[in-house]
């Protein structure tokens, strides 16, 4: 079986969750928030993780390597609000074994 | 007033479907969505992604599978109230509901089917100080009526096809017409970014990238706004300001119907027909809740196939009725047409 990985996540009160993410079953880190239900349902990956509504908007904090953003992400990033320098969609982050020890926080939901 | 069997509100692919499963049962919809178009997310947000899990289909663009619903539904004559949101509901002596929109129009109905999704579709406000006291004094998130634009100056911001095609559409209408974007790129239909570049070279679109609005100013209207262009702080003179940054759904009024609601979602009674805690109101599809709930297409019209028997039940108490195929039974239009399964042919062999 394929190893899980440990992702520090900040939700949108400022609680910090240090969860299991699994790397075998095609998830991404949207999709991670919404499983251990670290976000209201309706609020967090809206269009189902198209890159389409920045509702899974988290800032990356610290410098575990993570894939290039592709052009739907960056467009994307471009009409949301409260974006900074190190803000990605979590929908566009696969979980991979790469991602051990990734630190996101959740954006403000908009 | 518009009467009804079943009022549905939410023209997604399970308030369609609802029509159909409705029809068989001889019951007469209406759906309301605040949406101008049917379809729901799958028309606004991505008809051009294929779904590959409607089963039956390998792949279908989610804007084919709203038009085949559309064609499906065709036979039983759906009333629609587009581009207008369910603002209240009220129920009467008799069981009965009447439901009236935000524009005023009432609908009254044996029952109502709440299948709206993750909510109706808001604009996306940008965070800009004191825009509130802007609203309809200058700065609109929709482009509702062109000709309020004739001969004024606007600025349209945003970097998505709505953005891109409005401007082309008002520059036969506007005297300017400015786009501003945070970056160069947009992200729209090929064509339509061709056009705006092709009316930007003409003189007749300003475009300015990398910019974004800080401040807008005016005393009762607007007149002009601050923008940052490229880290340059510029004011520029407008009559109108258009942000158009995408819609994010809301439950909206619903939320305030006394339904129970639990996750962002209806709670309903799973186990019988979708019922929530008002007798005759059900939630169909994304927008309830139960026990091992999935938000799936395929969910939504088993959930709608129920809550239909379940109000033919309510209008019709004590009447019986059992299940049957459309293979056996046909599908008997409201509109007079009739689907059948042809007639098996007996002939001998000599």
């Not at chain 1, 800032?59 to 052009?71: F, H, I, M």
């Not at chain 2, 003189?203 to 262009?229: N, Y």
């Not at chain 2, 996750?263 to 007798?279: E, G, H, R």
């Not at chain 2, 049957?324 to 509109?335: L, R």
């Amino acid at each position: 079986m394929a190893q899980d990985v440990k992702i520090t996540i900040i939700d949108r009160e400022g609680h910090r969750h240090e969860v299991d993410a699994p790397t075998d079953m095609n998830m991404n880190v949207m999709e991670l928030v919404r499983a251990y239900e670290l976000a209201p349902e309706g609020t967090i990956g809206i269009c189902g993780g198209m890159a389409m509504c920045a509702s899974c908007q988290c800032y990356v904090l610290n410098d575990v390597v993570l894939p290039e953003k592709t052009d739907d992400e960056e467009a994307m990033l471009s009409e949301a609000f409260h974006v900074k320098p190190n803000s990605r969609l979590g929908c566009q982050l696969a979980i991979t074994e790469e991602l051990d020890g990734l630190e996101i926080e959740l954006a403000p939901e908009s | 007033m518009i009467k009804t069997d079943i009022l549905i509100i939410g023209a997604g692919p399970t308030g369609l479907f609802a029509v159909f499963e409705a029809g068989l049962l001889k019951l007469k919809c209406h759906i309301i969505d605040a949406l101008p178009q049917p379809g729901g997310q799958l028309a606004e947000l991505y008809p051009k992604k294929p779904i590959f899990d409607i089963p039956g289909f390998p792949e279908v663009l989610a804007g084919d599978l709203v038009d085949n619903l559309m064609e499906q539904i065709k036979q039983f004559q759906p009333g629609f109230t587009l581009n207008e949101r369910a603002e209240t509901i009220d129920k009467l002596d008799d069981g009965t509901f009447i439901v009236t929109t935000d524009k005023g129009t009432e609908h009254h109905a044996n029952a109502v089917a709440i299948a709206g999704g993750l909510g109706s579709f808001e604009p996306r406000k940008p965070e800009i100080d004191g825009i509130a006291s802007f609203e309809e004094k200058g700065v609109e998130y929709f482009v509702k009526n062109p000709e309020r634009f004739r001969n004024k100056r606007i600025v349209i911001a945003g970097g998505g096809d709505s953005a891109l095609d409005w401007s082309i559409f008002l520059t036969n209408v506007a005297s300017e017409v400015t786009l501003i974007h945070r970056r160069n790129e947009f992200r729209g239909a090929l064509d339509s970014v061709e056009k705006v570049q092709e009316l930007k070279n003409l003189g007749k679109l300003s475009l300015i990238t990398p910019a974004e609005v800080t401040a807008l100013h005016g005393t009762d209207h607007l007149e002009a706004i601050s923008i940052d262009h490229n880290g340059e702080n510029r004011i520029l003179e407008t009559d109108y300001l258009i942000p158009l940054f995408g819609l994010s759904p809301k439950l909206g009024p619903i939320a305030n119907w006394g339904l129970e609601i639990e996750k962002n979602a209806i709670k309903v009674n799973n186990a019988l027909d979708y019922q929530t805690n008002i007798p005759g109101i059900y939630a169909i599809g994304d927008v309830n809740t139960y026990p091992g709930k999935l938000k799936l297409i395929l969910c939504g019209f088993h959930e709608a196939t129920l809550m239909c028997q379940s109000v033919y039940q309510r209008m019709n108490p004590g009447k019986k009725y059992v299940l049957k195929y459309t293979t056996v039974s046909g599908v008997d239009g409201f509109d007079g047409t009739r689907k059948e399964a042809e007639k098996a042919v007996v002939k001998a062999i000599d």
